[in-house]
């Protein structure tokens, strides 16, 4: 794969986008600081690894394990053992605004083992504004915590160094991009196994924006939707609902317009997207590729 100064053919990446992301990749966390936290990482210190990070933790394992019992603290404890943050911050979502710096107002939850409902989750909060310190929150949050925030899913081959194989398979289907290259979004869905029972190009791709690849969008929503036990994935535009897309998980993936506020409609909010490959984040010795997908999401759950 090139280097972000040049767009290969069948990409789904806007050649004016890549100036951004050349910056975007100048500003991430040097090798030697990659390399520390793996090694952090291999001596089971998952605290030394995180801290190496502009991330403030805030993970009390003591009161994990006094508020859900042994087993949930025990799986989260693992997670954080594998978790590698320099990974994450590549595919944390940008300012919207053409800056380099992370969209604020905005958290990531952390791909959950098990059912997120009376589970511990992982939680990243981004910074509040696109122009302040870039510092993010790592902290233990429930399911009910997420009522009234603006959040999105983390697939774990996005953080977890056991699960980066998944990254490689986002850039594994070049018929998908050569058919986004060519404007021929309708088909470029349905090759990624999601049923379309409409032709309206605006609930697939606004306009002048960047491709939105749809690889393992359709995997992403059932992961998404079984886990916080909810039947619809809907999208998001930058930290906001986008009303354009919804996408139904139960069975065959479908997206759908809803009207209004999707969050009014859907209990789970989401987006994909593409970025560039980076061949700084390194996970344990060995470079992983970019993912070209992401999904974003919300909690209206009772």
């Not at 404890?77 to 940008?94: M, S």
């Not at 009522?147 to 980066?164: G, I, L, M, N």
């Not at 190009?201 to 960047?210: G, V």
Request: contains cysteine.
């Amino acid at each position: 794969m090139e280097d972000a100064g040049s767009n290969p053919v069948g990409l789904p990446i806007d050649p004016r986008e890549l100036p951004l992301w050349r910056n975007i990749r100048a500003e991430m966390p040097p090798p030697e600081l990659v390399a520390a936290a793996a090694s952090a990482r291999a001596r089971g210190d998952w605290r030394a690894a995180a801290t190496l990070m502009p991330v403030t933790v805030d993970v009390d394992l003591a009161v994990v394990r006094a508020r859900f019992g042994a087993g949930p603290a025990d799986r989260l404890e693992d997670d954080l053992r594998h978790l590698a943050l320099d990974l994450l911050w590549w595919h944390l979502p940008r300012h919207r605004g053409g800056r380099s710096t992370l969209q604020a107002q905005v958290a990531a939850v952390l791909a959950p083992r098990a059912r997120a409902s009376g589970e511990p989750l992982l939680h990243l909060r981004l910074p509040q504004s696109p122009t302040g310190p870039q510092r993010a929150h790592l902290s233990v949050v429930t399911l009910a915590d997420l009522r009234d925030q603006r959040w999105y899913y983390a697939p774990r081959y996005t953080w977890d160094v056991r699960e980066t194989g998944g990254l490689a398979e986002q850039w594994a289907a070049p018929e998908v991009f050569a058919l986004l290259a060519a404007g021929d979004y309708h088909q470029a869905w349905r090759h990624c196994g999601i049923t379309l029972d409409f032709d309206d190009l605006s609930c697939l791709q606004r306009p002048a924006t960047s491709p939105t690849s749809p690889v393992g969008v359709a995997t992403l929503a059932r992961e998404a939707a079984e886990a916080f036990g909810v039947d619809r994935v809907a999208t998001m535009l930058g930290a906001y609902p986008d009303p354009a897309r919804v996408l139904t998980a139960g069975g065959a993936v479908r997206p759908q317009r809803v009207p209004g506020d999707p969050g009014a409609h859907s209990d789970v909010v989401g987006a994909a997207g593409s970025r560039p490959p980076h061949r700084r984040s390194s996970v344990a010795g060995g470079t992983a590729p970019a993912h070209s997908g992401r999904c974003h999401e919300k909690s209206d759950t009772s």
